[in-house]
């Protein structure tokens, strides 16, 4: 029964415990740009033929992975592997992203899975078969595109114990093409959207009153990030574009709560390739991971000071 | 230089031309329902345990692959595997994949791969790099979604010779909650994503007058299919949900163009598990690709004779 009950235990609720262990309010992207990895780690002649040399890349950045994972584990509580970077290495590539997976599993971080999946009902529920089951492989959350509605956003809550991020107000310059379009009743769509996905969750609340169905909103978009958490107070944040895209601690205050709750700030680059910015280059690119340690200690101290949490 | 010449060819043109080719203007989808498999070819009492018997489940899936394709390739211009079910037998299920894809282009056909991918610009470029290069791995076309805008759509055209497909008015029943909402100026969103597809493609427009970036206007909202092929002419249709989902040959007879050009019709479980239909099932589960073979064509010839093409 204990065991049942931990199992059951929501993914929203796991993740705040996790944060709150942590006392750290940051996500570190496992984002790994061929072009920026350290040469000791990747010699940049076998990039010549990537199709060819997928084995050896794929390892190489496995090892880059187990680095960056033991030297952020105590600064972070989740980590957020970018899919696309695994995917354009086959299955060389797919192998790494289980591995990564596990061992992040296994250093007890929460993982969510950067993947943007959707599709119809009875598909939607295939993504979720492939990376939100109990399997040492599958994540604890995934990303998910919301466009085509309530129907294709449920299947990927069934289990309860894991979670989903949908894409609402997104940090790139284009996001507004749609998300901000105004409708007829003068709300943005992005407005809307939150609405339906708070309403969604509304049926997996766990017991810090956030909801399985969290939702992504940039870092580069201030005004909406206000705006958006004071409507769907149940939804929690996932705020990507802190750093290499441009958003700041300030920013960024106003996606968390009076309790300092209800938000993760992502950086990828800024932390990964840390050793390559002014600030770390100190270290040298055979110490990278120790100058993505620095860089997410340091973003961890940032965010808790400008949301009064000591550190 | 001819050789040159041939590999740029736009991916628009070779599909128009494969379809006129054909005289074909269908779509079979490649998805392996595994509780619909014959269980000749699938054990049901290895589905058990499917994390167990990823690699016996994947083998059984290439084999079925193989002879549906065989079993319509005369019938079709084009199929369709949906991701979400090999990606969720693991690696295994992405080695059949990317198998299948090598079967396909071997046999002629154009693979549209449907994966739905999206992300911001330098993650959706990884996207593209996994399945549009010229590898033999990879597909002809992506399906993609186009939450994020332009600069998360604009990636997906950058090798002519290959194409994507935007989701637009989708064929589920709640594709509505956000695709329908009316905007401000009267136009409904799924109307303005259409006229936003139809102003990136112009910068990829082919020698029909149709552009490499294709949207996806699902056979179950008839209506609309008909509203938006006025609006944006240039744009090439993928109308799915047709049989299954409940769409018939006159519902998608509005998504061609008065040359009874500008779209293709999917059919995914109609086609491969038509041996469980009452009309096919004089064929036997054992038959199950002469089924296929069997209801494809007719698909084929419902659809030329609504658009007054002779078989």
Redesign the interface.
């Known amino acids: 029964m204990m065991i049942e009950g931990v199992r059951m235990k929501y993914f929203i609720d796991r993740l705040i415990e996790k944060i709150e262990e942590k006392n750290s309010r940051i996500c570190v992207g496992l ?1 790994p ?1 061929l072009e920026l990895m350290p040469k000791s780690l990747l010699n940049p002649e076998i990039l010549e033929d ?2 060819k040399n997928q084995k050896k890349i794929s390892k190489s950045i496995y090892q880059f992975n187990k680095e960056i994972i033991d030297s952020v584990k105590d600064y972070t509580a989740v980590v957020k592997p ?1 899919m ?2 695994y ?2 290495l ?2 060389e590539g ?2 790494t992203l ?1 591995n990564t997976i596990a061992y992040a599993e296994e250093k007890e971080l929460i993982v969510l899975l950067d993947g ?9 529920s ?2 979720a ?3 939100l ?1 109990d ?1 040492k ?1 599958a994540a604890d959350a995934l990303t998910i ?8 956003i449920i299947p990927f809550l069934e289990n309860k114990s894991k979670g989903a991020f949908a ?1 609402l107000k ?10 901000d ?4 009743d ?1 709300q943005k ?1 992005y407005e ?2 939150g609405k ?1 996905l708070s309403s969604i969750g509304e049926d997996y609340i766990g017991s810090f009153g956030f909801s399985n169905l969290a939702a992504v909103v940039g870092a580069t978009y201030p005004e909406e990030l206000k705006e958006i958490r004071k409507i769907i107070p149940s939804v929690f944040f996932l705020i990507p574009g802190y750093g290499a895209q441009g958003g700041g601690a300030e920013d960024i205050k106003a996606g968390f709560d009076i309790n300092g709750r209800g938000a993760i700030v992502n950086s990828s680059r800024g932390i990964n390739f840390a050793y390559q910015k002014e600030e770390f280059k100190d270290f040298g690119a055979d110490n990278f991971a120790e100058a993505a340690g620095a860089a997410a200690e340091k973003m961890k101290n940032e965010i808790n000071k400008v949301l009064g949490f000591n550190n």
């Open positions: 984002d740009h990537i199709e970018q696309a970077f995917e354009k086959g299955i797919m192998k289980k943007k999946r959707n599709d119809i009902g009875s598909t939607a295939a993504y078969e492939a990376y089951t399997s492989y595109n919301p466009y085509l509605g309530r129907d294709g894409l997104t940090s790139n310059p284009s996001s507004g093409d749609l998300q379009l105004i409708l007829q003068g769509v809307k959207m339906i």
